[in-house]
């Protein structure tokens, strides 16, 4: 048995619940978490949980609102020498056999403090650990959340980057990219087509501006995410619940949603073709809808205005055309994920 100190970024729940699909895999492990936000209320249900502040992201109106997130992370920085002396405190009294950070900014720090070896495990790096053709207008935005990520999240030794695009990694650095992980109740389904359209809002922001796009639909329309219950004409809204929530995205003809690349993943993984609108200010999710776009997945639409309801018919005209191409690709890399993440542990480095 070895015992793992993982720390989580809270924003949001696609971090926490990538780490308890690790963690359920290795039950011989001993698992104490690290998170803040979202994250102790979705891990510690299953695993101790030290809640500890780190940096974080707030959106507003379907946008990143710099203005909150700096006021959000400005006593994060002003404590961070304490916050620091509490984590390297922690990895003292817990005495770690292997290291694992899911983007979060002070425990691979504290790693390099102490000369351990930390695994990083997220999809954020792929900004980073590869080349991307870009449109000459999203290059400020790359070059800024480029060094945002290697300035704050980039102190791990080795990096497993999930994505459901593998651009190849640059040469020399110590990553290796991989399909996306998947939840088993994401895997314990099989895919259908009932004919619905799903639309997921991730961020309760601001969803009136997508109602004229969801009311022009003229499938059937299950939606979840806002905070409404009931149906009004062919929409119904829906509470939150797993269980539902995957019957309905296993069942869809196609996904409406953010740009979150868990999401995404999922839906491709059903074989769904997407249309993604993502957060204003948000890199990664633009990178996200890009790759949809390029890949021929779907459409990524990059400015919420342009939603516009006449794109419906034309894109429902080429669903086979994306189903065809989703077919080709692999949209699954758990069993490898768990087989480096066995390495590092065993190793202290990935299998390159």
Not at 25 to 40: Q, T, Y
Not at 313 to 321: G, I, T
Request: charged letters at 20%; hydrophobic letters at 40%.
């Amino acid at each position: 048995m070895s015992k793992i100190l993982y720390a989580v970024h809270g924003t949001a729940h696609g971090h926490a619940i990538r780490a308890l699909s690790i963690a359920r895999r290795f039950p011989e492990h001993e698992f104490l978490f690290v998170s803040h936000e979202a994250g102790p209320a979705i891990l510690q249900g299953e695993y101790p949980v030290v809640d500890i502040p780190s940096l974080g992201t707030v959106f507003t109106k379907h946008r990143v609102d710099t203005c909150a997130t700096l006021k959000m992370n400005l006593p994060v920085f002003w404590r961070r020498r304490a916050i620091m002396r509490r984590v390297l405190k922690l990895m003292d009294s817990f005495q770690p056999d292997a290291v694992i950070s899911d983007y979060e900014f002070f425990l691979p720090r504290a790693c390099r403090k102490l000369g351990v070896p930390c695994l990083s495990i997220d999809h954020q790096h792929v900004i980073t650990a590869c080349h991307h053709s870009l449109p000459w207008g999203e290059y400020p935005s790359y070059l800024a959340t480029s060094l945002a990520v290697r300035l704050l999240f980039s102190r791990a030794t080795d990096y497993l980057v999930i994505s459901f695009y593998q651009p190849p990694v640059k040469p020399g650095l110590r990553a290796k990219i991989l399909p996306p992980l998947l939840r088993d109740t994401v895997l314990a389904r099989q895919p259908e087509d009932r004919g619905h359209v799903l639309v997921y809002q991730s961020y309760i922001t601001d969803f009136s501006k997508f109602t004229v796009f969801v009311e022009a639909l003229k499938r059937p329309v299950i939606v979840y995410g806002v905070p409404k219950e009931g149906r009004e004409g062919n929409i119904l809204y829906k509470p939150k619940s797993e269980e539902g929530f995957l019957e309905d995205l296993a069942s869809c003809a196609y996904v409406v949603c953010g740009g979150g690349h868990s999401m995404i993943s999922e839906a491709l993984y059903y074989g769904k073709p997407v249309i993604s609108f993502p957060i204003k200010g948000a890199f990664e999710q633009f990178l996200n809808a890009l790759y949809i776009e390029r890949l021929g997945y779907g459409r990524g639409i990059t400015a919420v205005p342009h939603l516009d309801p006449g794109m419906i018919p034309v894109f429902e005209s080429r669903l086979e055309e994306f189903r065809n191409r989703i077919r080709e690709r692999i949209f699954c890399g758990n069993e490898e994920i768990f087989r480096q993440v066995q390495e590092f542990i065993q190793h202290q480095k990935l299998d390159y």
